[in-house]
């Protein structure tokens, strides 16, 4: 298979409407990701491109520095959450006809559960990366874009959303009570987090644009 972000954009969503398992949420997570990120490095952009906003550069100018790179970190998770759960799929077909094979199947299964699960969750935890700089663009970026920047903070709600609901359900087929226990701290903090500056940021953006 092509790799998905190199697809274009009516190609990847044939494969997401299709038959096949991958891609699945677990990408659409990490493609609103990169979204949420592109908008915002565009807010920032936009700010710093306009000397009657030079008061907020010094506040725009880190946001661009960070959110930048998260473009193609995920893009890179796009692709890795449909590799993980394709080995997913591949482990169940492997054979378990002797105690040897059930055995390798068995380690084969666990390990592609918990890659399945660990994607989901470096995508949580990168949203949560860019989720400042996505709310200081909210703040300081420039007011025609103050919409743009809203939608960046509501992408990463969404897409932090998807990715915990991709680490919770392979949770159960993990037999390692510590990752299990590690992952869930992980995403309980990480997507309430989350959601706290989102509904803010959402109040804030209404308040804005319908006074």
Aim: hydrophobic letters at 50%.
């Amino acid at each position: 298979m092509q790799e998905l972000t190199r697809l274009p954009l009516d190609a990847f969503l044939d494969e997401l409407a299709s038959e096949n398992p991958v891609p699945g949420g677990g990408s659409v997570a990490a493609l609103a990701g990169a979204l949420a990120a592109a908008l915002t490095t565009m807010v920032a952009r936009l700010t710093l491109g306009k000397e009657k906003f030079k008061d907020r550069w010094a506040a725009l100018e880190p946001v661009e520095k960070h959110a930048a790179p998260l473009i193609r970190t995920f893009q890179t998770l796009v692709q890795q959450d449909a590799d993980a759960y394709r080995a997913v799929v591949e482990s169940f077909r492997l054979p378990a006809h002797t105690a040897e094979e059930k055995a390798a199947r068995t380690e084969a299964m666990q390990k592609a559960f918990k890659e399945a699960a660990r994607v989901p969750l470096e995508t949580l935890v990168t949203l949560g990366r860019l989720l400042d700089d996505a709310a200081q663009a909210l703040r300081s970026g420039i007011p025609n874009a103050a919409s743009d920047a809203g939608a960046a903070v509501q992408m990463i709600r969404a897409g932090a959303v998807i990715a915990a609901y991709n680490v919770w359900i392979n949770l159960p087929s993990i037999q390692d009570p510590v990752f299990v226990s590690q992952a869930r701290t992980t995403v309980d903090a990480a997507l309430q987090r989350i959601e706290d500056v989102a509904a803010q940021g959402h109040t804030t953006l209404v308040q804005k644009l319908t006074p």
